[in-house]
RNA sequence: GCCGUCUUAGCUCAGUGGUAGAGCACUCGCUUCACACGCGAUAGGUCAGAAGUUCAAAUCUUCUAGACGGCACCA
């Protein structure tokens, strides 16, 4: 069969998603091992109001090649998909769009019909990343699509907020809080950003004292900064330090607060540092959360000057009322200053709190919220990180110390969201204030006695839902009585995927796939969401949420800025897909050094566009030379043993093959993604493509090829030192297309489906029991079974197939060896070539003379070293006996090689050749010289060190004066 | 202010004690019958700077410079 020229990604994209999915694959249930250990990974639920970033697309990539890698490894292995509600997001896009075609608030429609339209917003756009992922070879579990709005996960919700306020560990109270005016909404520490402002301004606000202090040349005024001087119409105190001899005597004074009718009085405090600005504090304590506590300790009235929207109110005085903050803050000053009260204004570098999401000022206010009391899950998160190392972070440095350090310095955390889209606080009142959390209303009436209850406005941040996201994607809602009551495996929302039916085992998600074993993420959300996690997981489940966490880095923009919407740097992987291929965008994603960030750098997917176009031509050329027998296959005993050149080469293949798969094993063990990806590449352009198949050319076509499969090993065919070139190269290339697999979905299942032989029963043995009826029997439906890529109805497919592990009993140091003298050898005539400038075309003969061992060496592979030298003729002794007019090289193993050069040799320019290959093994002879003469080195570095420079150094030697000997030859004739 | 990371070839990046690596770009040569998204051959780094530990440092320690991240504070 004929393959095209070029590989194009998008006519393989098109086609094996869906095949996949129909096969049943994504799921779990498609392992029939029943001792099949679990593997399972739960995604960072996107936003139901993104798109697919290049942030995604990295942490995807990594997750899908840990899962297509367990699970050819014949692991029941899980990946679960979901999305997440995004409270303030959603709201306001919705809020937005209400305004924009109806003219309309959310309270013109009232909660109900606003909730309506988020929940139509959510089914318009809320998959939009979650079906982007289809396009990205995700093999994510579709029937277990989960979102945090689910009745299930919402149950779960509930269930842990009646819980924790049962315990004690959630409450309700008044305190300063970080809200967004624009929002309407307190958040949380960790939703505030910070901003520096250069253009900031402080402004020093004359207070008249009272009673204006006769002595110490005591001034009538007490003067006080301020970046916010509007909230000086909140001011109910002036705080000094006790011990600052300035203004001791005020204490205890009073001041009337310009602008205001009020009088307030001079306090000392030791939160006030004397050193710092004029000494003296204006006192705000229902808009500053230091002034907060100053005023709980001095009993002073919190006097609230601000609405909810930023704008000031009546409590501020009439003037005032119902002004934007900021018009009050100009009103004030300019006020100030006709009252001849402003003393100055300084420029002053400030950095602002902001809101996160809109960048809006925060403000901080007194508002009656929703919190949790860290301090048990607090103890929880450090007693699994610092006692059982849980999560292992990836890399460890710096997010284990991180991490810990955050817990340790735990502060509460507001929960309560003044949204309506959300999960509802389950906390009812009656009319005299009491509160009634309960499961449900029915549950809260019961408590309350029947009374008449309405149900908290508010909403929970959704950070609270996805903390439990572990376990509540796995059916865990906490309710029926402390049994662990389990959602049916279909998702309680409209599956993204519908298959009909749902066999699932009797055991649970729950029991089945909790702890899951890796979660990846960025590191921007290892507060909100990790720590979470791993707290609440552990708190209700007991169990650990997960037991590593793979922290990515950042791709940066071309200007190594994060990319973003508003820099305009932001590269769409869905272009980068249409561009250069999915495949080879994943491998890109997957070669950067695990939690490094990376300049995003389009040259660097093309050079994996290059590696899938390698790929498919060296697939495309091996089975060119296939044969046609190469279709029938078995091994064939009968050529083993039969002594042939390429023996060499196979040995050498598969050594190398096997070294690979056993090193590849091991990177993605410790997720070194990067690690991996140079293995596989250098493995298969390298060894496979620049060396296997080039000397496979010497030899006529292959009679016949051999597909062997052992699902232990990756086994040499039959013919490890037999005759059969062809045999041995589909083997190393059906092999090496399983190891791609998890990089390189489409491209290896492409030129798999292809190859001659491959089948159903090369399925690892836990796909293999019984003809693959999965979830709910979809294969046995055979309309919705596409006819697979190439012949035969069969169900075949790599992503079954088994991963390749590597067998160190095939690892041929021997054949390593002797193929590093073979490659010397090609090297160094081709260099002679180059360097004398000698036409491609121009065949030469090679003398090569070395020891009899080597000899054989070179006489064994004769053909192979005649084609890719471009040599007419080899000529293979224990000396060279060659014309002056020859270049010379040496080679590893002492070994010499001459090409005579009569009539074509430049003698400057080999003279010239001879003394840079001359100077460069001098340097290297020096320095070792250096280091063997330091008696130091000898005795204390370790013997075998010692002994490999002694034998560099011999081998140098000889390799010098042979050098030199040519040199001094072609001086003296010429 | 506290904690931490980074600085390696023109570019983007690997490399945690023992002779500096990759891809791309550059230079030279190739219509070699899988691939020009290719093949072959070169060239290019005193591993930011300084000091120290060590027989041996890109790698460990300290300091300096620059870039950056997290947390805290910000009257």
Not at 131 to 145: C, I, N, Y
Not at 176 to 194: M, Y
Not at 213 to 224: E, K, R, T, Y
Not at 468 to 491: D, H, I, K, N
Request: hydrophobic content about 40%; some cysteine.
């Amino acid at each position: 069969m004929e393959l095209a020229k070029a590989y194009d990604p998008k006519e393989a994209e098109s086609r094996h998603y869906e095949r996949w999915e129909q096969l049943g694959c994504f799921h779990p249930e498609v392992n029939k091992d029943a001792d099949a250990k679990a593997y399972s990974i739960v995604i960072p639920p996107p936003n139901v109001t993104g798109s697919l970033h290049m942030g995604h697309a990295l942490q995807h990539t990594i997750m899908d090649v840990l899962t297509r890698w367990k699970r050819m490894q014949g692991f029941r292995t899980l990946w679960l998909p979901g999305t997440d509600h995004a409270g303030i997001s959603v709201q306001r896009k919705v809020v937005e769009q209400l305004r924009a075609e109806e003219n309309k608030s959310p309270l013109d429609i009232g909660r109900e019909e606003f909730l309506k339209r988020c929940w139509a917003w959510k089914e318009e756009y809320g998959n939009t990343i979650i079906e982007q992922m289809r396009r990205e070879g995700a093999s994510v579990d579709w029937t277990r699509h989960r979102f945090t709005m689910d009745p299930g996960l919402s149950a779960a919700v509930r269930s842990v907020f009646v819980r924790l306020y049962e315990e004690g560990h959630i409450y309700r109270g008044l305190r300063i809080v970080n809200w967004c005016p624009k929002d309407k909404t307190v958040l949380s520490d960790l939703e505030v950003k910070e901003e520096t402002k250069k253009d900031g301004k402080l402004y020093y606000l004359r207070y008249p004292v009272s009673e204006p202090a006769a002595s110490a040349g005591g001034s009538d005024f007490i003067v006080v900064a301020t970046t916010r001087p509007e909230t000086m119409l909140g001011d109910t105190a002036v705080a000094v330090n006790g011990s600052d001899e300035r203004y001791k005597h005020l204490i205890g004074k009073t001041i009337a607060l310009p602008l205001t009718s009020r009088e307030i009085t001079i306090i000392a405090d030791e939160y006030v540092d004397a050193e710092f600005g004029t000494g003296a504090v204006k006192i705000t304590p229902a808009h500053d959360p230091n002034d907060y506590l100053v005023g709980e300790r001095h009993g002073l009235e919190q006097l609230l000057v601000m609405n909810m929207d930023g704008t000031m109110n009546a409590a501020a005085g009439a003037e005032f009322d119902g002004m934007d903050r900021f018009k009050a803050r100009e009103k004030v000053v300019e006020m100030f200053d006709e009252l001849g009260l402003l003393e100055k204004v300084e420029d002053y570098e400030i950095t602002l709190p902001v809101c996160e999401r809109c960048k809006t000022v925060v403000e901080p206010i007194l508002s009656e919220q929703w919190f949790v009391k860290m301090d048990e899950l607090r103890d929880i998160g450090l007693d699994l990180i610092e006692r059982e190392g849980v999560p292992r972070f990836v890399p460890e440095v710096p997010h284990a110390k991180v991490y810990t350090t955050w817990l340790e310095n735990l502060k509460d955390w507001t929960i309560s969201r003044q949204l309506w889209w959300g999960h509802q606080i389950p906390a009812w009142y009656d009319g005299e204030g009491n509160v009634y959390v309960a499961h449900s209303e029915e549950e809260a009436r019961e408590k309350a006695g029947g009374r008449e209850l309405t149900q908290d406005n508010d909403v929970l941040d959704t950070w609270f839902s996805s903390g439990l996201w572990a376990f509540s994607t796995f059916g865990w809602t906490g309710e029926a009585g402390g049994q662990l009551s389990v959602v049916s495996g279909q998702s309680d929302e409209k599956s993204v995927s519908s298959p009909a039916t749902d066999n699932r085992q009797p055991t649970t998600d729950l029991e089945n796939f909790l702890p899951t074993d890796v979660l990846v993420t960025g590191r921007d959300i290892i507060f909100l969401w990790v720590s979470r996690m791993m707290m609440l997981t552990k708190k209700f489940t007991g169990q650990t949420a997960f037991k590593d966490c793979v922290i990515t880095g950042t791709v940066l923009g071309k200007d190594g800025k994060p990319m973003s919407k508003s820099r305009k740097n932001g590269v769409d992987p869905i272009e980068m897909f249409d561009k250069f291929g999915v495949d080879a965008t994943r491998v890109y994603l997957a070669s950067i050094a695990t939690g490094a960030d990376i300049r995003w750098n389009d040259l660097l997917i093309e050079t994996y566009r290059n590696f899938a176009n390698k790929i498919w031509n060296a697939t495309r050329f091996s089975l060119m030379n296939a044969g046609p027998q190469a279709a029938s296959l078995q091994a064939d005993e009968s050529r083993l043993g039969a002594c042939d050149p390429t023996a060499l080469a196979d040995r050498w293949i598969i050594s190398r093959l096997n070294r690979t798969a056993l090193e590849l094993n091991k990177a993605l063990e410790r997720y070194e993604f990067h690690t991996a990806v140079s293995l596989l590449y250098h493995f298969f352009w390298d060894d496979f493509c620049d060396w296997y198949i080039e000397l496979s050319k010497s030899e006529p076509p292959a009679v016949a090829g051999g597909l062997t499969q052992d699902s232990e090993n990756v086994q040499p065919p039959a013919t490890a030192g037999g005759s059969d070139g062809s045999g041995v190269t589909l083997n190393v290339l059906e092999t090496a297309l399983r190891m791609l697999h998890p990089f390189m979905p489409y491209l290896t299942e492409e030129l798999w489906q292809k190859l001659p032989g491959t089948s159903a029963e090369m399925h690892h043995a836990a796909y293999k029991s019984e003809p693959p009826a999965v979830a709910g029997g979809l294969t046995q439906n055979s309309d919705n079974v596409q006819p697979p890529a190439t012949a035969g109805g069969s169900d075949k497919t790599i992503m079954l197939a088994d991963f390749p592990r590597g067998d160190a009993s095939l690892i041929d140091e021997a054949a390593e060896f002797e193929m590093s003298v073979v490659i010397d050898a090609i090297k160094k005539a081709r260099n002679i070539r180059a360097e004398m400038n000698i036409s491609p075309s121009v065949r030469f003969a090679v003398h090569l003379a070395a020891k009899s061992d080597v000899q054989r060496v070179f006489r064994d592979n004769e053909p192979q070293i005649l084609r890719l030298a471009r040599a007419e003729k080899l000529v293979i002794s224990d000396v060279l006996d060659v014309p002056k007019a020859s270049a010379k090289a040496v080679l590893t193993a002492n070994a010499t090689l001459a090409v005579p050069l009569e009539g074509l040799i430049d003698f400057a320019k080999e003279r010239e050749r001879l003394a840079n290959a001359i100077a460069k093994l001098s340097d290297e002879k020096t320095r070792l010289d250096g280091q063997l003469s330091n008696e130091n080195f000898v005795t204390r570095a370790p013997a075998e060190k010692v002994e490999a420079l002694r034998e560099r150094t011999a081998e140098l030697e000889i390799q010098i004066k042979t050098l030199n000997n040519n040199l001094s030859s072609l001086s003296i004739d010429q």
